[in-house]
């Protein structure tokens, strides 16, 4: 049930016993009016109005807009018309108009279908209405406008919270349900396909031939299919048109061309935005990691990229489970004039203000670590944006 129903119910309940309260009042005041059937027609009007309306005061699909408009204007006709039924004196002594408190229920009606704006000018209108009738801005008339004001006003917004609040319940169940049938097709998968396709990639390679590249199409569908069910999907690749020529670059999108059947690569949901130049050079030197791991570890070796978007920094890891680096080998290498690992990977994170830190160990593998501050990259972009455009001035 919407959370707004209770009130279009409640609305039904005043409006009766307020249109019948509207007629006790006439008929006690039936001997003091200047002309009582006048007042006696339009407040039989407003009763039979109000029982053959019921419907229409249930739901916001059934008040519509027309409906609205013709139940204020019977309210704003019966406050004009209170000058002419009734005595000048009785007026100026603060006594009820016809339609009574019957008004505020047409004031409510725009209040729950349209919110506080709506109710702000029906308010509004009832108040000009109100101040005709009497004739001067007296303290009672200002106080009864303002309290029609105010709560009208406030009930109008409180319904349009209830409803940004039942939109956005909905939206969570809905969530939640997709997650939770993501997951149990997940665990289908993981108990079924995705072990088959394993299988069929290790008897593949044991077998050879034609069976083995059937293996590695098998552990390439395997590495996709693992990346659908992960809940952190790779998004395809932005163009240049889409992005700008100076806009943020999404890391992942660079970094997703490297995943393989042989290469997971696991990233954030969220778009991890870097400044182009940064965010080529950082994937370049991923890029460059994952080529000493199958120049040294050997293509059986399997590689993990793990990228994480932290507050100040972008932490990208790439661990494999290759036999590892001998101590002394990457001093070694560099002597020898190999700098891979030196100007490939360590060398573009320094010029960009981070660091790459790499552990191994002999027989348990090789990881690299590339921290890329996010401190001066703004900087830098904003510069290199600045003077684009002031050379295509």
Avoid at 161 to 168: P, Q, Y
Avoid at 306 to 322: H, I, K, M, S
Avoid at 368 to 380: H, M, N, Q, T
Wanted: hydrophobic share 45%; glycine share 10%.
């Amino acid at each position: 049930m919407s959370v707004e129903q209770p009130l279009w119910r409640a609305l039904v309940a005043y409006r009766v016993l307020t249109a019948g309260y509207a007629v006790a009042l006439y008929c006690y005041a039936y001997d003091e009016l200047r002309h009582p059937l006048l007042g006696g027609v339009y407040v039989g009007v407003l009763a039979v109005w109000t029982l053959a309306t019921l419907g229409r005061v249930m739901s916001a699909r059934r008040c519509t807009k027309r409906f609205l408009a013709a139940d204020l204007t019977l309210a704003i006709t019966g406050i004009l018309l209170t000058a002419v039924v009734d005595t000048q004196a009785r007026i100026d002594s603060g006594n009820f108009t016809l339609p009574s408190i019957w008004t505020a229920g047409s004031v409510l009606a725009f209040a729950i279908k349209g919110g506080w704006r709506w109710a702000a000018v029906a308010s509004s209108l009832v108040a000009a209405a109100d101040l005709v009738e009497r004739g001067s801005a007296g303290r009672d008339t200002l106080h009864n406008v303002l309290l029609v004001w105010v709560a009208s006003i406030g009930i109008g917004y409180v319904v349009e919270v209830a409803r940004i609040s039942e939109r956005t319940l909905a939206r969570a169940l809905q969530i939640e349900a997709a997650t939770r049938e993501r997951e149990r097709l997940a665990r289908d998968i993981h108990d079924g396909v995705l072990q088959v396709l394993a299988m069929v990639q290790r008897r593949g390679n044991q077998a050879g031939g034609e069976a083995a590249e059937l293996g590695r199409m098998a552990g390439e569908q395997e590495a996709a299919l693992r990346t659908l069910i992960s809940g952190a999907p790779i998004p395809a690749p932005r163009t240049a048109e889409e992005d700008g020529p100076q806009g943020p670059h999404d890391l992942r999108t660079l970094l997703a061309p490297y995943a393989s059947a042989r290469v997971t690569l696991s990233a954030p949901g969220t778009p991890v935005l870097l400044d182009p130049a940064a965010a080529g050079e950082l994937a370049a030197a991923v890029g460059a990691a994952l080529d000493n791991v199958r120049r040294h570890a050997g293509d059986q070796a399997h590689a993990w990229i793990l990228v994480e978007d932290e507050p100040d920094a972008v932490l990208v890891t790439v661990r494999d489970d290759g036999p590892g680096i001998a101590e002394g080998r990457l001093a070694a290498a560099a002597d020898e004039g190999r700098l891979g690992v030196a100007q490939s990977i360590r060398g573009r994170l320094r010029d960009l203000g981070g660091s790459a830190e790499l552990l191994s160990l002999p027989g348990q593998g090789t990881e690299v670590e590339l921290r890329l501050p996010r401190a001066g990259l703004v900087k830098d972009a904003a510069a290199r944006a600045a003077g684009t455009e002031g050379g295509t001035a």
